[in-house]
């Protein structure tokens, strides 16, 4: 079979066209997904005097933190997702205790610890080979009679809802405010904006001004919008 020397340039362009096609429009190949840093918290608590008041924005799924009038940190939080939505209010911490696991959520998993429903009840029967592991909720402080409260847990996209109605907080942060508040600490959850608003990944959201030590901060690495570790 003979080709013409012009269609053998037209086939060699189409091939050229696909191998650009599955590379990419600017005809480079495909990239490996970036992993993006975001800064979970900054605590600057100076333990000094007045007490910790706790402000937490739905709108940008951040908390602030003061110490009488004193600013002293901010960190994410992930309140309740849709259909499970934290309600706004006024709150107080009515209850701390430091190792709790919830009563209602959890996941199945199985024998080898790999998990098939992440998104299981305690009430929910268990398939066969399964076994049921409630939630952790580390760090707990209760604020309602009904079970809503904030605790350590996994933040999967730092700006957006994602529990079930309680307030999530970095894991690496929990303790130092569990330490700093007692039970009866104000907690006001508003629809408005916080002072510090969202930031994209590897940028902090803007600081305000305070008197305080170093700090600290926890950052998390994303793939595909999944965590992949702490630091």
């Known amino acids: 079979m003979h ?11 189409m091939v ?12 480079t ?15 600057h608590d100076d333990g000094g005097e007045g007490k910790v008041s706790i402000r937490i924005s739905l709108t940008d799924q951040i908390a602030e933190f003061k110490r009488g009038d004193r600013d002293i940190g901010w960190s994410y939080v992930a309140t309740g997702k849709e259909g499970h939505d934290t309600v706004p209010g006024n ?11 919830s009563n209602i959520y959890g996941w199945f998993e199985d024998r080898d610890g790999n998990v098939t429903d992440g998104d299981a009840k305690s009430n929910e029967r268990v398939p066969a080979g399964m076994v049921y592991v409630p939630a952790p909720m ?21 700006g957006k809802p994602a529990s079930h109605g309680c ?12 330490q700093a508040v007692n039970v009866g600490t ?3 959850i508003t629809n408005a904006p916080s002072k510090h608003g969202q930031a994209p990944p ?11 030590g170093a700090g600290s901060a926890e950052r998390v690495f994303y793939h595909n919008g999944m965590p992949v570790s702490y630091h």
């Open 16 to 27: 050229t066209g696909l191998l650009l096609s599955s590379c990419g429009t600017d005809g």
């Open 91 to 101: 709150y107080a911490i009515i209850e701390k205790i430091e190792d709790k696991h």
């Open 202 to 212: 590897g940028v902090l959201p803007p600081e305000q001004p305070w008197n305080g």
């Open 3 to 13: 080709f013409s020397f012009n269609a053998i340039i037209g086939l060699s362009g």
């Open 29 to 43: 190949a495909i990239r490996k997904p970036r992993q993006s840093e975001r800064v979970l918290y900054r605590w």
């Open 186 to 188: 104000p907690v006001t």
């Open 138 to 158: 580390p760090y707990w402080m209760r604020l309602t009679s009904y079970g809503v409260g904030m605790h350590g847990g996994l933040i999967p996209e730092p």
């Open 167 to 178: 307030i999530r907080m970095p894991k690496e942060f929990v303790p130092s405010l569990f």
